[in-house]
């Protein structure tokens, strides 16, 4: 490839996402907001010459219309700046900011809007490299990852000293002041939003997710973990869900498909050190016919196939043991349609229900009995209360899951790969999960009316909380004690 036509994928790759990729709508929190923090839980730029390519896309908010700012970067559009079509002001008080939203100059100066943002990459092994950029009060860039292969673009200063651990990772992205860029000089703003889109040159395929954005606030404790700001952030889920994935090996175009699951425990806060912290998780997937699969799985990070290869998360997760029909021993997974009474030994060996093959009257489906039969499942996946790095007071780490799902194909001669990335979901904030009973409950927003009277630091600590606490906090019933960080009941 030429370094021409090297930019000419760059040009396209955006825009072939939109026939050739989509993205799941979860996040972080149960929705797309802006944050003060953003996790992406892969990037990719495994292959040689172009392959893959990792485009980082990081929106600031303009901060004009928020009423409540919280930082000195509050907003920089004054309201007699702007105006309708017939010269009458746009907007009125109670709006009062001091200066328009532009261009950052040179300076990089805070009384011109712009603030700056840490960027902590994780490798493999969760050693870290960081760099720090800065954005305006509107701004948006677009921040490109590729590796040490990559003849056409090298990799970025502050992104090539975590490529020797491998080729694919993670990145968590918060505010700093500007004054020190400290890592641990948090900054309480929440207007980041944040997409990454992986590509792969060679299959000829895009696929983009979400970033997780948790909403920064005032933590007084916070500062007492790492000597920074007294500035927190909204947990992440405990447990999480992959909604819907087809069974590695399901076929299309030229080859079959593969599931990559990139899943991490980010830092109780952001840019925290990973290495030598591990997490455990209990994976159950159901098939088509809601039998269940039981996997555990740990490590500093779990990226893994979910069917694939001698590492897989569970091999089971391969059309080759599927069946579409019904098993009464349970020895194969089954599709997701009306199961045959005259079993077909491989996930692919039914034709859909035309007359020719006879149901399964005792074991109904609510699907089209004319439908192909299709080897797909869903997965619940809790992280086990960990002990590792706990925080101050408690014997828990307080920290959460975020993951995403990169399905993808090559497309062989036809040269019609696929790629799709799912973001995994979880349950709202305050109910129970299916495996959360007893180990955690889905995290709460800063908004939420129920805890609106408590202090912060129960929402920023509330996975480091025992079962029980968490249900007080939910019921807005828990008294805040002399030490939040040293609860008592």
């Not at 590492?311 to 997701?336: L, V, Y």
Request: glycine content about 12%.
């Amino acid at each position: 490839m030429t370094k021409r036509a090297m930019k000419g994928w760059l040009r396209v790759a955006i825009v072939a996402l939109l026939v050739i990729g989509t993205a799941g709508p979860a996040l972080a929190n149960s929705e797309l907001h802006p944050g003060g923090r953003l996790f992406f839980p892969l990037w990719d730029v495994s292959g040689p010459g172009a392959g893959r390519l990792t485009f980082i896309i990081i929106t600031r908010l303009s901060l004009f219309g928020q009423t409540t700012p919280n930082s000195d970067a509050d907003s920089f559009i004054p309201p007699s700046a702007i105006y309708n079509d017939d010269g009458t002001p746009a907007f009125t008080p109670p709006f009062n900011y001091s200066n328009n939203c532009r261009p950052r100059t040179t300076t990089n100066s805070v009384s011109e809007g712009v603030n700056a943002v840490h960027f902590q990459y994780y490798g493999k092994t969760c050693a870290p490299s960081s760099e720090i950029v800065h954005m305006s009060c509107a701004d948006i860039d677009v921040f490109l990852l590729t590796g040490l292969n990559n003849t056409f673009v090298p990799p970025r200063n502050g992104f090539n000293g975590v490529l020797a651990q491998g080729d694919t990772g993670a990145l968590d992205v918060h505010f700093v002041d500007d004054a020190t860029l400290a890592i641990f000089s948090r900054i309480e703003e929440n207007s980041l939003m944040g997409h990454a889109i992986i590509s792969d040159v060679s299959e000829g395929w895009a696929a983009q997710y979400p970033a997780a954005a948790a909403k920064a606030t005032q933590c007084n404790h916070c500062a007492t973990i790492d000597g920074g700001n007294a500035v927190g952030y909204e947990a992440y889920p405990k447990e999480v869900f992959i909604p819907w994935v087809l069974a590695d090996g399901f076929p299309q175009g030229g080859g079959t498909l593969k599931n990559l699951l990139s899943l991490w425990a980010p830092g109780f806060l952001p840019g925290d050190l990973l290495t030598g912290v591990g997490f455990q998780t209990t994976a159950i997937w159901y098939d088509g016919r809601e039998r269940p699969h039981r996997r555990d799985k740990g490590g500093h990070s779990i990226v893994e196939f979910l069917g694939t290869g001698p590492t897989a998360i569970d091999s089971r997760f391969n059309i080759s043991n599927w069946t579409c029909g019904h098993t009464d021993i349970g020895d194969k997974s089954e599709n997701d349609s009306a199961p045959k009474s005259d079993l077909g030994p491989t996930a692919a060996s039914c034709d859909p229900v035309f007359g020719g093959d006879l149901l399964d009257s005792v074991h109904q489906s609510d699907n089209f009995d004319s439908q192909t039969s299709t080897p797909i499942g869903w997965w619940d996946i809790v992280m086990n209360s960990d002990s590792q790095q706990p925080l101050p007071g408690f014997s828990r780490s307080g920290r959460g899951l975020v993951g995403v799902v990169l399905t993808s194909g090559a497309g062989g001669a036809e040269g019609k790969g696929a790629g799709e990335a799912i973001r995994l979901w979880h349950k709202d904030p305050c109910e129970i999960g299916p495996q959360g009973l007893g180990n955690a409950l889905g995290p709460p927003h800063l908004r939420d009316v129920l805890i609106a009277t408590l202090s912060p630091d129960y929402i920023v600590f509330f996975n480091a909380y025992t079962f029980t606490q968490q249900a007080r906090i939910c019921r807005g019933e828990f008294p805040p004690p002399p030490d939040p960080l040293r609860p008592t009941l």
